[in-house]
């Protein structure tokens, strides 16, 4: 029988996942809590073989109770659980220690599953995060090809754009007409298939996904 510890803010949240964990033989919750606090203190008396540990905790962060656990008692395996579906927080939290990684969309099923296998030694990504991830690997190609494409100096009108310059002040600083900084921003956004400046700016300070 796996030893759970469930550490999330929301009551409701606890006892309907002390439910449904007690009524599968192959589980048990040891004990559950509202903060991060309480999550530490209960780690060391209980010794729970796995912890459901939610990313949004107070008085600091899931992600900072998991790596003071891991410190005090690396034996717990531990599954961060939020609202969050960024591939980013995913990867933090496994940076961090620990083992797994569901998002609150997760089933009953795939929740059990990531028990399971992370109380056997394995790592366990969700689903959802899964299809993010496989999805950000498809579009790399394409967004590392429209990047390359850019010219020196449309590059230097994309980090002008950044810093909020007016297509005026574009035109004073690098000493070229209104017009040609009209007809490059034109260009930059056809070739990044963006709609908008506000697009753009987005796009360039995300693009360190991609490259």
């Given at each position: 029988?796996?030893?759970?510890?469930?550490?999330?803010?929301?009551?409701?949240?606890?006892e309907?996942?002390?439910?449904i964990?007690?009524?599968?033989v192959?589980?048990?919750?040891?004990a559950?809590?509202?903060?991060?606090?309480?999550a530490?203190?209960?780690?060391?008396?209980?010794?729970p073989?796995?912890?459901?540990?939610?990313?949004?905790?107070?008085p600091?962060?899931?992600?900072?109770?998991?790596?003071?656990?891991?410190?005090?008692?690396?034996?717990?395996?531990?599954?961060?659980?939020?609202?969050?579906?960024?591939p980013?927080y995913?990867?933090?939290?496994?940076?961090?220690?620990?083992s797994?990684?569901?998002?609150?969309?997760?089933?009953?099923?795939?929740?059990?599953?990531?028990?399971?296998?992370?109380?056997?030694?394995?790592?366990?990504?969700?689903?959802?995060?899964?299809?993010?991830?496989s999805?950000?690997?498809?579009?790399?190609?394409?967004?590392?090809?429209a990047?390359?494409?850019?010219?020196?100096?449309?590059?230097?009108i994309?980090?002008?754009?950044?810093?909020?310059?007016?297509?005026?002040?574009?035109?004073?600083?690098l000493?070229?007409?209104?017009?040609?900084?009209?007809?490059?921003?034109?260009?930059?956004?056809?070739?990044?298939?963006?709609?908008?400046?506000?697009?753009?700016?987005?796009?360039?300070?995300?693009?360190?996904?991609?490259?």
């Amino acid at each position: 029988m796996i030893s759970i510890l469930i550490a999330d803010d929301h009551k409701l949240i606890r006892e309907t996942w002390t439910y449904i964990l007690n009524n599968d033989v192959r589980f048990k919750v040891v004990a559950s809590c509202e903060n991060a606090e309480d999550a530490i203190k209960l780690t060391r008396q209980k010794h729970p073989d796995v912890i459901l540990m939610d990313i949004n905790m107070t008085p600091f962060s899931g992600m900072e109770a998991t790596r003071r656990i891991r410190e005090v008692w690396p034996q717990s395996r531990i599954i961060g659980v939020t609202m969050h579906s960024q591939p980013s927080y995913a990867r933090k939290m496994l940076q961090i220690g620990a083992s797994g990684y569901v998002t609150k969309n997760s089933s009953r099923e795939e929740m059990m599953e990531a028990i399971v296998k992370v109380h056997e030694g394995n790592k366990y990504i969700c689903s959802e995060i899964k299809d993010i991830m496989s999805d950000q690997a498809e579009r790399k190609p394409m967004a590392l090809a429209a990047i390359n494409s850019v010219t020196e100096r449309e590059m230097e009108i994309i980090n002008l754009i950044k810093k909020g310059h007016s297509s005026k002040e574009i035109s004073n600083a690098l000493q070229i007409s209104l017009k040609t900084v009209e007809v490059h921003r034109h260009n930059i956004l056809k070739k990044l298939k963006l709609k908008n400046s506000a697009s753009l700016v987005n796009f360039m300070n995300t693009r360190s996904t991609y490259i």
